[in-house]
């Protein structure tokens, strides 16, 4: 991960990155762990081209976000509801029916649980990263694009959302929701009201 050299942060920060990594890479599946590094390195990408515009970027919250984003999907969806029962966390009976995504409406709680971090911003990126919320934070618009555009994806139309997330971030969200959408149709699945606020969002109606 020597990527993160070149990260505006401060040495103790870099470390605590590392030793992330290092404790991801002992419980993650390789290809878990090389997509989180990716996408840290991704949203990297991303931040070096806005940073002019957004000094004030938190870039250590969002790094830390990238490399546990996903930590949630180490648990199977069996055990994954199992701890939403055992711990009454709120997850609503139409979000338990979606094995895709609950992986992010748990990872805030365990992250929180195994790696005892508590910063709002950091778990609440972490929760949003699939579905997104009204008027996200420009550190959660990265997460939720890198995540989606990150090296290793490899789905049609991926280098034009690749391009236009280091021209255009807001344009490149509206794509990868209106995607997400379209997929969500096609395939018959399950659609969070969520989905519809932050379209609409995106869209400038509310
Ligand atoms: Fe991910």
Request: net charge negative.
């Amino acid at each position: 991960m020597d990527f993160i050299n070149k990260f505006p942060l401060e040495d103790s920060q870099k470390k605590y990155l590392k030793e992330l990594e290092g404790r991801i890479k002992n419980v993650m599946s390789d290809s878990l762990y090389c997509h989180s590094i990716n996408t840290l390195e991704y949203a990297g990408l991303i931040a070096e081209k806005i940073l002019p515009d957004f000094p004030g970027l938190d870039f250590f919250s969002l790094g830390i976000a990238c490399l546990l984003h996903d930590y949630g999907k180490i648990f199977s969806y069996s055990e994954l509801v199992k701890i939403v029962e055992e711990n009454n966390l709120k997850v609503s009976s139409l979000e338990l029916k979606m094995p895709q995504l609950l992986h992010s409406f748990v990872g805030d709680y365990l992250v929180l649980r195994d790696f005892n971090i508590t910063e709002t911003k950091i778990l609440r990126a972490i929760k949003y990263h699939t579905i997104g919320y009204c008027d996200m934070s420009m550190e959660d618009r990265i997460l939720f694009i890198a995540d989606k555009v990150e090296k290793s994806r490899n789905y049609e139309g991926v280098e034009y959302l690749r391009a236009l997330s280091l021209e255009n971030i807001n344009l490149c969200l509206l794509e990868l929701y209106k995607n997400n959408i379209i997929y969500i149709i096609k395939g018959n699945n399950l659609m969070h009201p969520d989905t519809v606020r932050v379209w609409n969002n995106i869209c400038g109606g509310i």
